[in-house]
C-alpha cells in the first residue's frame, strides 16, 4: 500500500516537473516571438539568467492559475455566464501579469493585450502536456476529470453493483435524422450502438406542442398537462407564459408537482444539467427554473460552471472554442447568403454569439458536469445538449452546418462512454430526444405577411401597408368588407375600440396562438365569428394553414379546415377532414390540447406537405418545431437491451407523459431514485380511473 502510493507521488511529481518544463519553453518562444513580450532586462541577460526568468515566470503563474483562479470563478457566478466567457481571456492575462510581478528576478514585462496571448497559449500547452501524461495513468486520467465537476455532493456511497443512468438529451435530433447520420459515418458512435446488437431504437411520438418546454417536463415530471405552446397567454392571470424564461419555467415545475404528487424523474441522488427543469433532483446546475434563485447557493443556477471554469487551462479552451464558433457562424451565414441559399433566414445580431453559447460553452460545461457526476457515483443524470437544435433552427435540420454540430456531439457521447469505464459503478447511458425538427421556410417568406399581420387583416384592423399590398392581406380585407358590408378604413380599428380588445397572436414553430384578452373565458366559435365575422373564414382558408382549433357551443370543439371543413372533435376518428395530411394520432393530440384549461381562443396550425415533410413556420426559423406536421414529432429513443423494452412489440411510444413511466421503470429496474412526495400516487390514480 505504502510502496503504491510513493509510486503515485513519483509519478505525480514527475509530471507537475514536465508541464513547468513545458510551460518554460512556451515562455521562451512567445517571449522570442511577440515583440511586446520580455523577459530580460533592456541591457540583455545570459541565456541562464533568461532561461531562471522564465521558468520563475511559469511555475508562478501555474501556482497562481492553480490558487487564485477557482477563487475568481467564484466570485463570477454572480455574473451572466457569457460574460464569464467573454472574461476568461482578460483575468488569465491579468493572472500572468501578476506572475511577471512577483517573480523575483524582476525581468521584462509585456503589454497587457500580449500578456493575454501569452496566457492563453501557456495553458493551453499546460492542459495538452498534462492531458498527453496521463492518458496512460488510469488513476491520473481520473483524478484530471474529477476536477471538471464539483466534488462536494457525494450524500450516499454508490453500490458497485447497482449500475447508474445517464438519459442524454439530444436535444431536437429526430429519429430519423439520427438514423440518417449514423449512416452517413456522421455519428459513428451511435452507429456503433445501432449495429452492436446491444442497443434498441424506438421512436415516440410527441403531444401537439412538440418543443423542448412540453416534452422534458412530462419526462422529467409526468405531466405536461396544460401546456399548449412553447409560448401562450393566459387570461386569468393577464400573462404570457414562455417555457423558456425562468420564471414561467419555475411555475411549471411547481404546478407539474402539485399535478402528480411526486418530485419528478431525478428525486433521489440524481443529477439535472442543462435542462428547463429540475426534475426533483438534489443536484442541478445550468437548470432554468432555478435561475431566478440567485442568492440560493445550493441551487444557482450557474453554479456548474464553476466546476469547469475552475480549470483556467478549460476555460481558455472552450473561450477560444467560443471565438472559433462565431467565426464559423459568420463565414457560414455569408457563404450562404452569397449563393442565395433558399430557404434562408436572418443570422445576424446576436445570433452567432447565441449559436457559439450553445454549441461551445452550454456542450463543454453539461458534459464535463456528466463526467463528474459519473465519477462520483450518483445513481440518475439527464441532461440536455441544445447544440443541434440551436444550429438547425436557422441552418436548416439537413444542413452541413447541423452536420457539423451532430458530429461534435457524437464526440461528446463517446467522451461520456470513456469516462464510464473509469466510474465507480457500471453506467448504463440512455440516448433521448424531446422532438425533431420540420425543415421548410417562413410563412411571412411565402406570403410576405406573418400571422399576426394576416390575424389583424381578419379582423379588420390596421395592417402594416407591405402587408396590405400582399395576395393574403388584400384577401383578408376584401373578407372583411364583405363580411361587414361596408368598408374598412386605413388606420382605424372599424368596429373595436381600445388597443386592449386587440388580439394576443403568438407563435411556437408551426404553431400558432390567437387570445383575445379582453375576454376573460375562452372564447367559442359562434362568438368569434360575431365579434369578427371574416376571421376564422381567412384563417381556414388560407392557403398556408393547416387547420383551426375553437370550442364551439354546439359541439364542444370544432377543427376548421379549408373548403368550409367543419369536424367536431368527436368525429375526428371517422372523418379526419384537415388533420389527415398531419398522420396518426393528431386527432387524439389535437383532442387533448382542447381540454387544456390555457389553450388559446383560436389555434393555428400551418400546412403540412406529407411528401417532403415541410412546413410553414410563424416564426424566422427555417428548422421549426412546436406544432403538428412531419419530423418535428418523432423524437427517438435509444435504450440499453438490457434494459425492458419500451412498449409491446407492435406498440407505440405516445406523449411525454408515457416517456417519463418508461424511465421511471428503468430506474426502479435498477434500485433508481423516483421517491414520490406523497407516497400516493399510484393509489390517487386508481381512485381517479
Not at 393577464?238 to 417555457?243: D, I, L
Request: with cysteine; glycine share 10%; hydrophobic share 40%.
Amino acid at each position: 500500500m505504502g510502496g503504491g502510493r510513493w509510486r503515485r507521488v513519483v509519478r505525480q511529481t514527475g509530471r507537475s516537473i514536465t508541464v513547468w518544463a513545458a510551460s518554460t519553453v512556451t515562455m521562451l518562444v512567445l517571449a522570442g516571438l511577440l515583440p511586446d513580450f520580455s523577459i530580460q532586462s533592456a541591457d540583455g541577460d545570459s541565456a541562464t539568467r533568461i532561461a531562471v526568468t522564465a521558468a520563475l515566470g511559469a511555475g508562478a503563474f501555474g501556482l497562481l492559475s492553480a490558487l487564485v483562479w477557482p477563487l475568481l470563478v467564484r466570485l463570477l457566478l454572480l455574473v451572466p455566464a457569457l460574460v464569464l466567457g467573454l472574461l476568461v481571456f482578460f483575468l488569465n492575462g491579468a493572472l500572468l501579469l501578476l506572475a511577471l510581478r512577483l517573480n523575483p528576478a524582476s525581468r521584462g514585462g509585456a503589454a497587457p493585450e500580449t500578456a493575454v496571448v501569452v496566457a492563453a497559449v501557456m495553458s493551453a500547452v499546460a492542459s495538452a502536456t498534462g492531458g498527453a501524461l496521463a492518458v496512460r495513468d488510469d488513476d491520473a486520467y481520473r483524478r484530471r476529470l474529477y476536477r471538471l465537476a464539483d466534488r462536494h455532493r457525494r450524500r450516499h456511497p454508490p453500490s458497485p453493483a447497482v449500475p447508474g443512468t445517464v438519459f442524454l438529451q439530444l436535444d431536437g435530433v429526430g429519429h430519423d435524422v439520427l438514423l440518417a447520420a449514423a449512416a452517413r459515418g456522421l455519428m459513428p458512435t451511435v452507429a456503433r450502438l445501432l449495429t452492436d446488437g446491444t442497443h434498441r431504437l424506438t421512436p415516440w411520438r410527441t403531444d401537439w406542442s412538440s418543443q423542448t418546454g412540453a416534452s422534458q417536463l412530462g419526462i422529467l415530471h409526468g405531466s405536461n398537462h396544460d401546456i399548449p405552446a412553447f409560448r401562450w397567454y393566459e387570461k386569468d392571470t393577464g400573462e404570457v407564459m414562455v417555457c423558456n424564461r425562468p420564471t414561467s419555467a419555475a411555475e411549471l415545475q411547481r404546478r407539474a408537482v402539485e399535478r402528480t404528487g411526486d418530485g419528478g424523474l431525478l428525486t433521489r441522488d440524481g443529477a439535472s444539467r442543462g435542462n428547463l427543469f429540475g426534475g426533483g433532483a438534489d443536484e442541478q446546475a445550468l437548470v432554468l427554473s432555478i435561475a431566478a434563485r440567485r442568492r440560493d447557493r445550493s441551487t444557482r443556477s450557474r453554479a456548474g460552471y464553476f466546476a469547469y471554469f475552475s480549470d483556467p487551462a478549460n476555460a481558455v479552451r472552450t473561450a477560444l472554442s467560443f471565438g472559433a464558433e462565431i467565426a464559423r457562424e459568420i463565414v457560414q451565414s455569408t457563404r450562404a447568403r452569397t449563393r442565395g441559399q433558399r430557404p434562408r433566414v436572418g443570422r445576424g445580431g446576436l445570433y452567432p454569439v447565441v449559436r457559439a453559447f450553445a454549441t461551445v460553452v452550454e456542450r463543454d460545461v453539461v458534459v464535463a458536469a456528466v463526467m463528474g457526476d459519473m465519477l462520483g457515483g450518483r445513481t440518475a443524470v439527464y441532461a440536455d445538449l441544445v447544440a443541434y437544435d440551436e444550429v438547425a433552427h436557422h441552418s436548416g435540420p439537413h444542413s452541413p452546418d447541423a452536420d457539423q454540430v451532430l458530429a461534435r456531439l457524437d464526440r461528446s457521447l463517446a467522451l461520456i462512454e470513456k469516462v464510464a469505464e473509469h466510474a465507480p459503478r457500471p453506467y448504463r447511458i440512455v440516448l433521448l430526444s424531446d422532438h425533431g425538427q420540420s425543415p421548410g421556410e417562413t410563412f411571412r417568406a411565402r406570403y410576405g405577411l406573418g400571422l399576426a399581420d394576416l390575424v389583424r387583416a381578419g379582423c379588420g384592423l390596421p395592417v402594416p401597408r407591405r402587408a396590405r399590398r400582399t395576395r393574403s392581406g388584400a384577401e383578408a380585407r376584401a373578407a372583411v368588407r364583405a363580411a361587414l358590408r361596408r368598408p374598412v378604413e386605413e388606420g382605424t380599428d372599424e368596429h373595436r375600440g381600445g388597443r386592449r380588445s386587440e388580439p394576443i397572436v403568438l407563435a411556437s414553430g408551426n404553431l400558432g396562438l390567437v387570445s383575445f384578452p379582453d375576454v376573460p373565458h375562452r372564447m367559442t366559435k359562434e362568438e368569434i365569428d360575431a365579434r369578427h365575422p371574416a376571421l376564422l373564414t381567412t384563417l381556414a382558408h388560407h392557403p398556408g394553414v393547416g387547420f383551426l382549433l375553437v370550442r364551439s357551443e354546439a359541439h364542444g370543439g370544432v377543427v376548421l379546415g379549408a373548403h368550409g371543413a367543419e369536424i367536431p372533435l368527436d368525429r375526428l376518428d371517422e372523418d379526419p377532414g384537415p388533420l389527415a395530411a398531419f398522420g396518426p394520432g393528431a386527432a387524439d393530440a389535437v383532442r387533448r390540447t382542447h381540454s387544456f384549461p390555457h389553450t388559446a381562443d383560436i389555434m393555428v396550425n400551418s400546412c403540412h406537405d406529407p411528401d417532403d415533410g415541410e412546413v410553414l413556420a410563424f416564426e424566422e426559423q427555417i428548422g421549426s418545431h412546436g406544432g403538428l406536421g412531419g419530423a418535428q414529432g418523432r423524437p427517438f429513443l435509444l435504450s440499453p437491451l438490457d434494459l425492458s423494452a419500451p412498449v409491446e412489440d407492435g406498440g407505440e411510444l405516445v406523449g411525454a407523459e408515457r416517456v417519463h413511466r418508461v424511465l421511471r421503470r428503468w430506474l426502479r429496474e435498477s434500485d433508481g431514485p423516483q421517491v414520490p412526495l406523497t407516497g400516493a400516487r399510484e393509489e390517487r390514480d386508481r381512485r381517479v380511473a
